[in-house]
């Protein structure tokens, strides 16, 4: 059985999730498509709110398998 490759703006949201999670600049988006940098901004953004939130990286996964 295959797997489907995830959506890319669904991967590049969980891509600056983990991003911002860990800490990183968002000068490091990889992106340069105006869409998938704006869905890794997001993902980046809400990262960086749950690191300053105290979230752990277990807390973090749990969550991001709900979005």
Do not use: V
């Not at 490759?5 to 949201?13: N, P, Q």
């Not at 960086?48 to 990286?57: A, C, F, P, S």
Request: aromatic share 8%; charged share 30%.
């Amino acid at each position: 059985m295959r797997r489907q490759k995830r959506d890319m703006t669904e991967r590049a949201y969980q891509r600056g999730y983990q991003a911002g999670i860990s800490g990183r600049q968002k000068e490091n988006c990889p992106h340069s498509q105006q869409q998938l940098r704006q869905e890794w901004l997001s993902g980046w953004r809400e990262g960086r709110t749950d690191h300053w939130d105290g979230l752990d990286t277990a807390a973090s996964l749990q969550k991001q398998a709900f979005h």
